[in-house]
């Protein structure tokens, strides 16, 4: 019997161990799930006859190794800063590994010893990045095999909550990790190349520079840049594309709103603030305006930001209930970035009937025998309940598939590497369509640089 180690029993791997379970008596597997805590791993694997919970503590080495020296085949979902303890294991064992995770500067320098062990270390095959890199793939391959040249690519994808449980102004709420969604974008300056010209957005006006998206039956969306889309062009051999940009996706209105909390600095990461366990948050709203004897902190602020009082801006700080002075921040020390997500957790963790969606648009332009062309794809998936969510299946789902073919010998190519090439991602994208996850593509009229247009 083969055995595969997961490693990590958090929210996205509910859907990958499924998959392997499901699969594991006529692929003669046994699943085994290593977490800190081996209830959590209980609750996934239940009482099937081919998985087995286990205690895994990453930083007990004898423990981490001797569970990879009796695996065939290694999965991390671990945090991403931790995949390299696991990596380096799977090169002394010799053993192949799978994460969802972005390939770091540690995990490329294995690169050498894991093609000289002849082992498959697939990374980046979960959603974002995953998914997102595989469909883009499969245009761009097309396009090329047809003579095409690129010309443009846009790449969305956000984590968002689903029609039905959409209840609250901001038309969000958190389906992943809180602290990522406030700290987005931070770190630099937006980087992408639009019509030819290298273009920036610093951070404090990246909410405020956003791009529509209409999606067939789902209505309006918008996206605002990630950091940095320039890695791409080597990435995916479009070294010479006019247009590069890669963004996040939100209902219309939530950056324009989002964009209050940083002006105002409340999602500085970067220092503590004083007597947080105690500070009501109203207290906290308050620290970031100017002092008055006589003014409300609703009057300061309003004026702060120039918000008229009939505006949906301001409803929707009203919604989050930022001026009690009741509710506690209750965190010791906290960075303003922690105590403004204490307060949105209030109102934006998902209610047990809650169900989350994923959405990914692509933008493809192209010119072939002369012609400028254009495609946009779109992928739309909703989750079944707080178990089963469309982020855990998107970022599951591709991690399982992927791992089951190394293991069977289909993916062969050795190294450290991420899915962009055809022996990995057609039989990946074809298995995802019987999971519901399918894109559909409009050929559409090409929107991108006209040399007659002056400007850039």
Known sequence: MRTILVIGAGKSASQLINYLLDK??????????????????????????????????????SQ?????????????????????????DCV???????????????????????????????????????IDHMSAMQVIDRVRDNGG????????????????????????KFTWNPRNVVLAGQGGAAEFIQEGTYKYIPYQRLFRRTE?????????????????????????????????????????????????????GMTDDSYTLQETENMSYRDFINLFLPYSPTDSVELKLRHYLKIDQDDLLWDKLIELDIFNHNKKIGLINATPAKCLQRILEDKWTLAPEDKDMIVMYHKFGYELNG?????????????????????????????????????????TTSGVQL????EVYEPILKELEDFGITFKEYDVPYLGYNPDNVGG
């Open 149 to 172: 040249k690129m010309l443009l690519f846009e790449s969305f994808t956000g984590g968002l909550v689903a029609p039905e449980s959409d209840t609250n102004l901001w038309n969000y």
């Open 371 to 411: 012609e400028r062309k254009q495609i946009d794809a779109t992928m739309v998936s909703v989750g079944t309940d707080q178990v089963n969510t469309a982020m855990a299946k998107t970022v599951g789902l591709p991690v399982a598939i992927a791992t089951l073919r190394i293991l069977n010998g289909d993916i």
């Open 92 to 130: 002394t064992y010799e053993k192949s590994m799978v994460t969802a995770s972005y390939i770091s500067k540690e995990m490329q320098e294995l690169d050498q010893a894991v093609k000289a062990k002849g082992l498959v270390f697939m990374n980046e095959i979960g959603l974002d990045p995953g």
């Open 419 to 422: 899915p962009i090439t055809k």
């Open 212 to 264: 529509f998206l209409q999606i067939e039956g789902y209505g309006r969306f918008e996206g605002y840049a990630n950091r940095n889309s320039l890695k791409y062009r080597s990435i995916y051999g479009l070294d010479d594309i006019l247009t590069l940009y890669r963004g996040t996706i939100r209902r219309v209105g939530f950056s324009k709103a989002w964009h209050i909390f940083v002006m105002m």
């Open 24 to 61: 594991s008596v006529t692929e003669d597997l046994q699943i085994i799930v290593g977490d800190i805590s081996q209830q959590n791993a209980q609750n996934i694997v239940g009482s099937h006859r081919n998985g087995k919970a286990i205690q895994l503590d990453v930083f007990n080495k």
């Open 64 to 88: 981490r190794q001797d569970a990879i020296k009796n695996a065939t085949i290694v999965i991390s979902m671990l945090p991403a800063r931790f995949h390299i303890e696991v990596a380096r």
